[in-house]
């Protein structure tokens, strides 16, 4: 559902790491919200499921924000299920809904008011129906920075992987045609700093690795 004011309802957020997760986090604490806790699906090798994360990395970002978090291991068909029983747990403790980054693509809302209807948890989706454009503006506005951790490399160049999103890139994708928030899977962003961050979280990185189109930068921890 769109979100109203919803005060002192304790949220769980579905937490990538990235841009929209962390603009989603800021509406529902603007919302009236207390988002207790980042929830995070990883894969059997220990990285975040699209933007190919490491747990350590995420870690160091939830202390960052000094929020509680749950990094759960899930392959793509366990994912469902392992959503399901997370969330019953959540709701045991006092959670009574989820937000989540979604904004424009049906199939993706679809499955997570499904998913949460299940759970018997509300679903909120703050960005759902903003122009993707908007969403950028508003993320520099607040002074937010965006490192570019992943890319299609049959549509970007990887000279853009480890740099700032900035003007720069947002034209770049314009020039291009490809959806400004990346909807697609086009890139993936972690969140170094902004509104929340106690600290700037630190990442270094060397190169970058290539699985079939998508080239995620190397990290060094």
Known sequence: ???????????????????????????????????????????????????????????????ALVLPQVLEPVTWGEYEDSFHRVAGELKLKGFTGGVFGDINLPEHRSWVENACSRAAVNSYLPLWGMEEEDILAELLQRNAELLIVALRSDLLAEKWLGTILGRAFIQELKNKGLSPCGEAGEYHTLVIHGPLFKKRLEVKFSGYRQVEKVSFLNYIL
Request: charged fraction near 20%; include cysteine.
């Open 1 to 63: 559902m769109v979100m109203n004011k919803m005060t002192g309802e304790k949220v769980f957020v579905s937490w990538s790491g990235g841009k929209d997760s962390y603009l989603s986090l800021l509406k529902a604490r603007e919302a009236g919200m207390e988002p207790g806790n980042l929830l995070t699906f990883v894969n059997k090798e220990g990285c975040s499921m699209s933007h190919g994360l490491p747990l350590q990395l995420l870690k160091n970002q939830a202390r």
